[in-house]
């Protein structure tokens, strides 16, 4: 025989005891193991209580019957609160659609401009080229007198060239790496020196403030301009095609004589069919450029070259503005990770 109040007694410790055991359990395992020690139908704790009901005299049943009540409220409450807790079960049941593609992972990809120096690099690199690199900020000797500019050349000019201080200025471009190679090496000198110049212009379709060039130079004895020409013809047809012609219109740059500009015939698939496109400046090394860097003019002879990188890439992939290739835009830059 139980009294009422003794009922009432175990009802409390069993919910005080079952919410503190509720609220340790840090898993599901757990929970679910509380729930069937305090609510189970066979074992559980609420259940035994529940036999005791009919030691009751009748008129206590019914306060002992809203004292479960209360107290399997107070249990599940607490129960939902500890599995919301614990955050969504995982459904372990599908394992997802095993039959969806792939994520496609991003593949990085050289910068077209990249592309193309390090595809004229391997071209020179067989023909026995070695790369030479020299500084961005440059003096004024480096970058015009030694490269017989005249003193008062009109490339000089502030409005042209962006100066550091009076003396030092950003390379307006990467000849003056060849006067640092022939102060450096003996010959024969085979070179190739790609790097940024900057020139005081407008960021338009067709011009940059800073862009890439790709400087040649091959100097040793008895080297003619039948060298140049062979050289660069063969460079031609192995960077466009098999088939691709050349031709040198004659031009002046101070520090060649004779200087020359190089097209070449391609077709840019525009339905226009092939046509000349310059591609370089080039010419035979300027005796008074081997002099200012201390090589013998009698002895030694040899050729040069320069291009614009960007610009080879821009027509080969038939691109309109220049100012993609600086834009950063992944959506441009992505269609050339193949
Ligand atoms: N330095 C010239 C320029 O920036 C390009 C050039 C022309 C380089 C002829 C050469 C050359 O080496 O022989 O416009």
Not at 209 to 235: N, W
Request: hydrophobic fraction near 40%; proline fraction near 7%.
């Amino acid at each position: 025989m139980t009294s009422l109040a003794e009922f009432l007694t175990r009802a409390d410790t069993i919910a005080r005891d079952g919410t503190a055991l509720i609220r340790a359990a840090h898993s599901r395992d757990m929970l679910d193991a509380a729930r069937v020690a305090l609510l189970g139908r066979k074992q559980g704790q609420l259940t035994s209580l529940m036999a005791l009901l009919t030691g009751l005299p009748n008129d206590d049943r019914r306060s002992a019957g809203a004292a479960i009540n209360a107290t399997k409220l107070t249990l599940e409450i607490t129960l939902t609160e500890a599995e919301d807790a614990l955050g969504p079960p995982i459904d372990v049941s599908r394992p997802g659609d095993l039959t969806m593609p792939g994520r496609d992972a991003w593949k990085g990809a050289l910068h077209p401009v990249s592309a193309v120096i390090d595809e004229i690099s391997g071209i020179f690199r067989e023909l026995g080229f070695t790369i030479a690199l020299g500084p961005e900020a440059e003096t004024e000797w480096y970058n015009f007198g030694a490269l017989n500019f005249p003193p008062d050349h009109p490339a000089m000019e502030a409005h042209d060239t962006l100066y550091l201080t009076d003396d030092t200025l950003l390379r307006t471009h990467t000849s003056p790496v060849q006067v640092r190679t022939l102060q450096s090496y003996t010959p024969p000198i085979r070179v190739l020196c790609p790097g940024n110049v900057y020139r005081r212009d407008f960021f338009d379709a067709t011009h940059a403030p800073s862009f890439m060039q790709l400087e040649g130079l091959c100097i040793d004895e008895g080297v003619s301009f039948v060298d140049l020409k062979a050289t660069l013809s063969e460079f031609a047809r192995r960077f466009y095609s098999d088939s691709s012609r050349v031709r040198l219109r004659p031009s002046f740059f101070p520090f060649v004589e004779p200087g020359a500009e190089m097209d070449v015939e391609v077709d840019l698939g525009d339905g226009k069919g092939p046509r000349w496109v310059e591609i370089l400046g080039c010419g035979m090394v300027h005796p008074n450029v081997l002099e200012a860097a201390g090589i013998d003019s009698e002895k030694y002879s040899g050729w040069a070259f320069g291009m614009g990188p960007a610009r080879i890439a821009m027509s080969r992939h038939k691109l309109p503005d220049i100012r993609l290739l600086y834009d950063s835009d992944v959506r441009f830059l992505e269609q050339f990770a193949r």
